[in-house]
């Protein structure tokens, strides 16, 4: 029994971790590459009609995000259609998603081309706009062209995000994909008194784990709404965890790309080869149970004093520093004023060796 499977709109996986649409799929090459990195179904570079322009450098990494100005794919249709799907689908072993952009325009000209190629299709709505009636006009476009499963890719700027979602069900999307990079954003250097990694308008879009627990509301968000309505969950995972977080929240499957640019492009065999030890620490018999576990509120307005746990300690008094409401004093040792305390619990979830409680 393979405990990592899982399934959704007649696509069935191996396991629930894919790679987002990005530079990691950008090519043949790093399409096989993440095949072999034992990825549960494959996702493409987004593909447009035309090139894109891609200015460098495009790609900047800090401790927790990505910062990116690299748009859609930098080689246009013709050279997915004629080449790299093609030698993809010689050796294709999982669910092939074929991301796409941007207009209703471009969808006419994509989707015939594209759907012998795939078993699902993303869209990506990051250069739509807000309009949810052009979006609704997109995905019709899209949903008489074929009837594949169809997932459109919902930006953080979308203000209501089961609007969108129950507007794109209604025009004859299948689900969603929550979320998208964050973004307007920019990286300023101080030294040249520049904004670097953009392109001509100074911006670039911001993912990795910085975005995680905005993409666990939005995802928690429609599911609670439409829990018939499928969501992939994509945004800032980078662990195990992370991926059963997702889960958690709603999402049938989950893809990660800033994670890998972070830690190493081996983290998704990494995450798929400890997933089942994850399962065992939380208690789940396998990926279906956490999807269809549903999570609860426990909601408390008493405080509770923070307790220490001495033999664990090692003074390095970070909890005193950051404490605000000036409860945690040192005297040869943490010293915690119960009726200061406010129980906010900020000091045990920043004790680096858990020694609060």
């Known amino acids: 029994m393979n405990r990592l499977k899982t399934e959704f709109d007649g696509l069935i ?15 043949f090459e790093k399409m096989q590459f993440m095949q072999e990195q034992g990825v549960g179904a494959m996702v493409t570079k987004t593909i447009s009609v035309e090139a894109a322009k891609v200015p460098r450098p495009c790609i900047y990494g800090d401790r927790s995000h990505i910062m990116n100005s690299e748009l859609w794919s930098e080689f246009p249709m013709e050279k997915w259609i004629e080449e790299i799907l093609p030698e993809f689908m010689k050796i ?3 669910p092939l998603i074929v991301s796409m952009g941007y207009t209703r325009e471009d969808m006419e000209i994509l989707v015939p081309k594209l759907d012998k190629f795939a078993d699902a299709f993303e869209v990506s709505t990051h250069y739509v706009g807000k309009d949810l009636s052009v979006i609704s006009d997109t995905v019709k476009a899209i949903r008489s062209n074929t009837k594949k499963p169809l997932y459109m890719k919902i930006s953080p700027h979308i203000p209501e995000p089961v609007k969108f979602a129950e507007a794109v069900r209604d025009a004859g999307a299948t689900g969603v994909a929550a979320i998208n990079s964050l ?21 670039v879009w911001t993912s990795g784990p910085v975005i995680r627990n905005l993409a666990l509301g939005i995802i928690y968000t429609i599911k609670k709404a439409l829990p018939d309505f499928t969501v992939i969950g994509t945004g800032g995972v ?14 049938g499957g989950v893809q ?13 065999s990494k995450i798929i080869k400890e997933l089942p030890a994850a399962l065992d620490k939380y208690g789940f ?9 549903g999570l609860s509120i426990d909601t408390v307005y008493d405080p509770k004093t923070a307790v220490l746990d001495e033999d664990k300690c090692t003074h390095c008094r970070l909890c005193e520093r950051i404490c605000p409401y000036f409860a945690i004093t040192y005297d040869e040792k943490i010293i915690i004023d119960g009726d200061k305390c406010f129980g906010c619990g900020l000091c045990i979830s920043k004790c680096p060796v858990g020694a609060l409680s």
């Open 13 to 27: 996986l191996d396991n629930p971790l894919m790679p987002a649409s990005g530079p990691l799929t950008g090519d």
């Open 285 to 293: 018999r396998d990926i279906r149970e956490v999807y269809e576990t």
């Open 92 to 94: 294709k072993k999982v």
């Open 256 to 268: 990660m790309l800033s994670g890998a640019l972070l830690k190493g492009k081996d983290l998704y």
């Open 238 to 251: 980078s662990s195990a965890d992370d991926v059963l977080q997702f889960l958690l929240a709603g999402a």
């Open 183 to 203: 973004g307007p954003t920019m990286n300023i250097n101080i030294a040249k008194r520049s904004l670097e990694y953009c392109g001509e308008s100074g911006f």
